[in-house]
């Protein structure tokens, strides 16, 4: 029992760390005036930042092509009354560069089963996920997969909001 306690114990300091140090990253962004996913020349709500040479362009999230999601539906099944659904998402990069930033939005169809129902990427502030410290990068024409269990049997909406190559 003592073991399970410590164990449990050292879970939770590691999850503490882990939160604790994206939320420095994030306020220390918004200290220096924005959040570190907004583009210099800030794109605004409906587009995604594409920073490339240190050169920020703008896109309409409907009409950016370069690097897309991919959605596939695991499973749904229904526990005492209500339906969770496990997703994977695919970040496909099909152009030339190394993606070495990627901030994901997402708005109220995202509701997580509990806090451990996402996997490969980490919630920094509220609507916005981005790459694990261990995922440093997504390489030219490969792909990354995150997964996540929500509440209900819809898709959330997810966009990309800022990437930098």
Known sequence: MKSIVLILLGLLLTIAFVSAQNSEEFND???RGRPPYSCPGNCGGEHTCH???NKCS????????EVYLVFKCINSWVDCGKTYTQYDVTIV??????ILDIYIGYDYSFRLRDSSSLWNMVR???GVMTLP???ESINAHASYTFGFIIEGNRQPNLSI???RF
């Open 133 to 135: 410290s261990y995922q």
């Open 58 to 65: 703008c896109y309409d999230h409907g009409h950016y092509r």
């Open 93 to 98: 990069n099909p152009t030339n560069c190394n």
């Open 29 to 31: 962004a918004v200290a």
């Open 161 to 163: 909001l800022y990437i």
């Open 124 to 126: 920094i502030s509220p």
């Open 51 to 53: 920073v490339k040479d």
